[in-house]
């Protein structure tokens, strides 16, 4: 039997207070490339790889309103789900998964004759999925029944 008296514990984690700081983590992480441009080039780099025409070939956008609400929507929900998610496989599912479901909306948006602007919403469902991951691994969050080793 081995001693885990030594072993440190991990304390217990906030889900509200983490949610909150994540999502707003991650969509300041997407404003602030939209603001040194690299979220247009992300955005031209996808429509070009899900048109013939390249980003030309769109005659609509989506208003920005929707694009950044789609954004913190997925922020704020997969860090939520994460965090109440119990174990690290079931964790990194729901983020991949997410992440797949953001990715499809291009060729979709593509094919409504839409400019893919997913990068926003793409950028913030990354980064809030690795922080609550990150954070989760950290911490004891509910529904975890032991202390197990990280």
């Known amino acids: 039997m081995s001693d885990t008296s030594n072993r440190p514990k991990r304390p217990p984690g906030h889900v509200a207070a983490a949610v909150m700081a994540i999502g707003s983590l991650s969509l ?3 404003a602030g490339l939209q603001l040194i441009g690299m979220l247009a080039r992300f955005d031209r780099w ?3 790889l899900v048109s013939r025409g390249g980003a030309q070939s769109f005659p ?3 208003p920005a309103a929707v694009v950044w609400l789609a954004a913190a929507a997925l922020a704020f929900g997969l ?3 994460i965090l109440r998610s119990p174990g690290a496989v079931p964790r990194f599912i729901l983020w991949i998964t ?3 479901l953001v990715t499809t909306w291009a060729p979709v948006l593509s094919l409504a004759a839409y400019f893919p602007g997913i990068g ?3 950028i913030a469902t990354a980064w809030a999925g690795v922080c609550a991951i990150v954070y989760a691994s ?3 969050m509910p ?3 032991s202390d197990t080793s990280r």
Do not use: N, Y
């Open 120 to 122: 926003a919403a793409w």
């Open 46 to 48: 996808i429509a070009s």
């Open 28 to 30: 300041a992480l997407a």
């Open 60 to 62: 609509q956008h989506l």
């Open 138 to 140: 950290h911490h004891r």
């Open 98 to 100: 997410t992440l797949t």
């Open 79 to 81: 860090a939520f789900a």
């Open 143 to 145: 529904g975890e029944t």
